[in-house]
């Protein structure tokens, strides 16, 4: 396990994690949630062999040494704070989900498609499409960060609201929990 090797990383993040879990509000009507997700690039993620095991395990380049990572501080913060969620991407390189894994009970994944073609529905874009439902059975709180609009001008217009408005029919019909457009 790369923890064992890298403990430092785990545990400071662990650490870390559980202080804002710790100092979050205990009212019944706040849902406070922790987020740890990967930064916004490419690179592949560790390459130690214990993370590729990860991956290989999970099927998928990424989201096996990902989720590995954040059930194990899901877990912590769920035995002192089953109050507060801890959420993370499905979001470029992770947006495949992992086979054999199953996501701790105060995980949410925010499922964030950015490669959509807005020319077509999510249900006519079978990487996608299988990319949704391959996470709906990892984790039942599924949020969307959805892309609606073209990022090459951001001022002009962008005929994507047909799309979207039967995107988010899809979305409700498949059972996610929330949805949120980039403006």
Known sequence: ???????????VSTEKALDWARSAPKDPDIRSIVHLSQNDTGSPGCQCTDCAAADAEAGTAFTGQLMRFVNKIAREIGRERPDVYVE??????????????????????WFAPIGLDLGHPLDE????????????????????????QGFHDLLAPFPSLWTTARNIQLFAENGTNGYMPQQ
């Open 1 to 11: 396990d790369v923890y064992k090797r890298q403990p430092e990383t785990l545990r």
């Open 88 to 109: 993370t991407l499905a979001y470029h390189r992770s947006e495949y989900p992992p086979a054999n894994m199953v996501a701790e009970p105060n995980v949410v994944v």
């Open 125 to 148: 874009q079978p990487k996608h499409w299988n990319n949704l439902q391959g996470w709906r059975r990892v984790c039942p709180r599924i949020f969307i960060l959805d892309y609606p």
